[in-house]
């Protein structure tokens, strides 16, 4: 099964107060005790978000045979000059 909830923080507290008791809860969460072979405690949604940070300043990576086809492709296609692979 699934289920979804919806909930607008709007209806019961401000924005800026709702943003507090996030900020809060996310501080508490990230300062709680570790385990020993654990170096941090991560909340949901961000490691992807550092990944799309860490991708957007070096690109994304890409598999030699992959990219070996697109070359090929920009080949064929006249363009590897205009769009060189590094």
């Known amino acids: 099964g699934f289920f979804t909830l919806a909930i607008d923080p709007d209806k019961f507290i401000s924005l800026a107060q709702f943003t507090r008791h996030v900020d809060a809860l996310v501080t508490r969460i990230k300062n709680s005790p570790r385990a020993s072979d654990v170096d941090e405690i991560l909340i949901p949604g961000e490691r992807a978000y550092r990944q799309r940070q860490e991708r957007a300043l070096s690109g994304i990576p890409v598999d030699g045979q992959t990219c070996s086809a697109i070359g090929e492709i920009l ?4 363009l590897h000059e205009k769009y060189p692979l590094q």
């Open 75 to 78: 080949r064929e296609l006249g």
